[in-house]
């Protein structure tokens, strides 16, 4: 393969967009990873209980809130 | 064979940017199952597997099968709280 291919416009945008998509990708799989453990507690049923869903949004929201709040704290140190 | 190294002979520019395309797309896709996969399998066999005995039991297996659904389920919660689609 000629690997100025690799470098034109279009594929920088591509790559751009796949980088942007595995963030998010990451950033759910780490969320729910946590959440998981705090928000389940006993076997998985056949579905949540309502508590078990809100749980797990509030977990989503806060975990939001904690890294901004950290990451805030941390510059003030600067 | 490298994948990444047998253009087809005489393909234009233009498919050559689009194959490589699918190629990363598919590697990439194949990783994040397996990351996928390496998770749930963390997480169901803690739940549903709490003594093992000499085979996989009836209720260990259902359990793990329930727990993958809410697994995905579960992600899809957070997907759609954190950026209000529902990807995963």
Same mark, same amino acid.
């Given at each position: 393969?000629?690997?100025?291919?690799?470098?034109?416009?279009?594929?920088? &945008?591509?790559?751009?967009?796949?980088?942007?998509?595995?963030?998010?990708?990451?950033?759910?799989?780490?969320?729910?990873?946590?959440?998981?453990?705090?928000?389940?507690?006993?076997?998985?049923?056949?579905?949540?209980?309502?508590?078990?869903?809100?749980?797990?949004?509030?977990?989503?929201? &806060?975990?939001?809130?904690?890294?901004?709040?950290?990451?805030?704290?941390?510059?003030?140190?600067? | 064979?490298?994948?990444?190294?047998?253009?087809?002979?005489?393909?234009?520019?233009?498919?050559?940017?689009?194959?490589?395309?699918?190629?990363?797309?598919?590697? #990439?896709?194949?990783?994040?199952?397996?990351?996928?996969?390496?998770?749930?399998?963390?997480?169901?066999?803690?739940?549903?597997?709490?003594?093992?005995?000499?085979?996989?039991?009836?209720?260990?297996?259902?359990?793990?099968?329930?727990?993958?659904?809410?697994?995905?389920?579960?992600?899809?919660?957070?997907?759609?709280? #954190?950026?209000?689609?529902?990807?995963?």
């Amino acid at each position: 393969m000629d690997l100025s291919e690799l470098n034109t416009p279009e594929m920088q &945008r591509f790559y751009s967009e796949e980088q942007q998509k595995a963030v998010v990708t990451e950033m759910v799989a780490k969320v729910t990873n946590e959440c998981w453990d705090k928000c389940i507690s006993g076997t998985p049923g056949n579905k949540f209980s309502s508590g078990e869903a809100s749980c797990l949004s509030n977990c989503a929201q &806060r975990f939001v809130e904690t890294n901004m709040l950290i990451w805030k704290k941390l510059q003030s140190m600067q | 064979m490298d994948s990444f190294s047998s253009p087809s002979p005489g393909s234009s520019q233009q498919m050559s940017a689009q194959e490589l395309k699918n190629k990363l797309q598919s590697q #990439l896709a194949l990783e994040y199952a397996q990351q996928f996969l390496e998770t749930v399998r963390g997480k169901c066999f803690e739940k549903c597997i709490t003594k093992p005995g000499s085979s996989l039991s009836g209720s260990e297996s259902s359990c793990i099968s329930r727990c993958v659904d809410r697994y995905i389920e579960a992600t899809g919660i957070i997907s759609k709280t #954190l950026f209000g689609g529902s990807q995963h």
